[in-house]
């Protein structure tokens, strides 16, 4: 087992507990219905691990730790030649139109031709057989030319699809954050065992904390919580959401508050304790 990971719930859990006791004193200690200070941690609104949704050998690295990145930024590509050859040759396919030209005028020009022989046929110049060949021959034509729009058509489907193969070589920002560990270099095989980066969205943060089930009622959805934090700013700070289950093994929920981060001036990871207005009445 990974010791971060082992150390980062020992952490959890010891923050969870002083949150529990000093809450549950704070609680009997006051008269007022509400509990007054609780043990909090600021953390990012979301974290994800990101790959590529194909194998290959990285060939470009765009970002690297610390970076802030945009929704849609390309963060690396593995190596693609064959991908972008596939789309030069979709594109010539597209773009090519002429057979869609040729069986067009091919079926114009058969169509004239019936139409001349049926005047000759109705004259009794020409035998009413070469007049129903050469209708025959306009109808094929006509149907030449809708195959030759088909395949236009499939060509505009094929430079779809190399054009998402190519994608998949690619390794975007799914969202504004900041990339918390590069964890892959230019040139490393990659096999989707593992993430190339691992980003994090710091707008909002959100700030998680957990009450004994005797403040449930003392929680005011639309209050401002005022929040101290580890690095010495007050801010403010609204409920998300409060847990409808208690966690049976301690008697406490969670609640989750958002804190807006626009500036990415706040650092999440801190410890904080927050303060809860007091419920009127």
Request: net charge negative.
């Amino acid at each position: 087992m990974d010791l971060r990971y082992v150390k980062s719930e020992v952490r959890s859990n010891l923050r969870r507990l002083s949150a529990v006791t000093l809450a549950f004193l704070l609680v009997t200690a006051n008269s007022a219905q509400s509990f007054e200070i609780v043990e909090c941690l600021v953390k990012p609104k979301e974290i994800a691990k990101l790959g590529a949704s194909a194998r290959g050998v990285i060939a470009r690295i765009t970002a690297d730790r610390a970076d802030r990145v945009q929704k849609g930024d390309i963060l690396a590509e593995l190596e693609a030649s064959a991908e972008e050859n596939e789309i030069a040759l979709a594109n010539l396919r597209f773009e090519n139109d002429v057979a869609v030209r040729l069986a067009q005028a091919k079926a114009e020009t058969a169509e004239i031709s019936v139409e001349r022989l049926g005047q000759l046929s109705e004259k009794k110049l020409v035998k009413h057989d070469e007049y129903e060949h050469a209708l025959l021959e306009a109808r094929t034509a006509r149907l030449e030319e809708e195959e030759a729009g088909l395949n236009a058509g499939i060509a505009g489907v094929q430079l779809a699809a190399a054009k998402a193969a190519l994608e998949r070589k690619r390794i975007r920002a799914p969202f504004d954050g900041v990339i918390v560990e590069r964890v892959m270099s230019v040139g490393e095989l990659y096999n989707e065992q593992g993430p190339i980066f691992v980003i994090a969205r710091i707008n909002p943060l959100v700030i998680e904390a957990w009450l004994p089930a005797a403040s449930r009622s003392a929680i005011l959805p639309e209050g401002q919580w005022h929040v101290d934090l580890e690095s010495g700013e007050t801010v403010t700070a609204t409920l998300d959401l409060a847990d409808p289950i208690l966690d049976p093994a301690t008697g406490t929920f969670g609640i989750r508050l958002a804190l807006p981060n626009p500036d990415g001036t706040i650092l999440a990871g801190q410890s904080c304790r927050l303060t809860q207005p007091a419920k009127p009445g």
